[in-house]
């Protein structure tokens, strides 16, 4: 670049030379522009920049709760009957099974549960007896149930699958709640001994009123002894078959239901059957 009177004579190169100067500081400024606006902007293309985040514990998947272990109540309460394909019927007890206080004593309610049913049934009811008591005043008879059990098993003719065991009334006699309770007990693991997979019932002391009252510690007893076999117990007193109001009705000399008392009793004894094997 020449000065010439004052001004300044600019060469033609030396345009060249500034506008290539003017060029670069254009770009060198847009650059800058550049890298301010996109502070990443010299990172690697495809580069994945990690982002911090908050660690999430993951939620765990709920289960379903273990079904709970049935408490030896709940159970008991569940006992029931599976009928065989071919039932076969004992019923073993004291005079109400023989059916004393019937006419006749076919009448009794023992009888006619067994006609009803419909199975090969025997019945064996002997007066005076029970799980403890053996008969007679004074005990001496030796007929208790398990005795009479036993001499039944040793007829192989004779292989009952199910077996309805009554009484209790007998047994308060003995006012030795503990014996009744360990006697009922014994007398049904026995039965299942002679006769392997036969399922055993409980019928407990069934009098009208007001003997039925005098029987309450015995029918608690056997009730303790069947739930200790772990066997059903149809709790006629505890169910109030008999009260103040029918009585009267159903009662034949004092002790025995009548006929019609009887009846009622295999009235009541059938449907706490079909409960048992519904």
Do not use: C
């Not at 006749?104 to 006609?115: E, F, I, N, S």
Request: proline share 9%; charged share 15%; aromatic share 8%.
């Amino acid at each position: 670049m020449r000065r010439n009177g004052g001004g300044f004579n600019i060469t033609k190169r030396e345009w060249i030379q500034y506008g290539a100067l003017f060029v670069l500081a254009v770009v060198a400024f847009g650059v800058a522009a550049l890298a301010l606006m996109n502070p990443r902007a010299g990172e690697t293309a495809g580069t994945v920049v990690p982002v911090s985040r908050p660690a999430v514990t993951p939620t765990p998947t709920p289960t379903a709760s273990p079904a709970p272990t049935p408490t030896p109540t709940a159970a008991a309460r569940r006992l029931g009957l599976e009928l065989p394909a071919r039932p076969v019927l004992l019923i073993m007890g004291d005079s109400y099974t023989a059916g004393v206080g019937a006419a006749p004593a076919d009448q009794g309610w023992a009888y006619l549960v067994a006609g009803s049913l419909g199975y090969p049934t025997n019945i064996d009811g002997v007066p005076g007896t029970g799980f403890v008591w053996g008969g007679g005043a004074q005990d001496n008879r030796g007929l208790e149930y398990e005795v009479r059990l036993k001499a039944i098993a040793e007829d192989p003719r004779f292989v009952p699958n199910l077996l309805i065991l009554q009484g209790g009334q007998n047994d308060a006699l003995l006012d030795n709640p503990d014996e009744i309770r360990a006697a009922t007990a014994q007398t049904i693991e026995s039965a299942r001994r002679f006769w392997p997979g036969v399922q055993v019932v409980v019928l407990g002391p069934s009098a009208p009123q007001p003997i039925a009252e005098e029987m309450r510690a015995s029918n608690s007893a056997v009730r303790a002894g069947a739930a200790a076999a772990n066997a059903p117990f149809i709790d006629a007193y505890e169910a109030g078959w008999f009260t103040a109001a029918n009585s009267p009705g159903f009662n034949a000399d004092g002790v025995h239901p009548n006929t019609a008392g009887h009846a009622y009793l295999a009235e009541k004894f059938l449907a706490a059957w079909a409960a048992l094997t519904e």
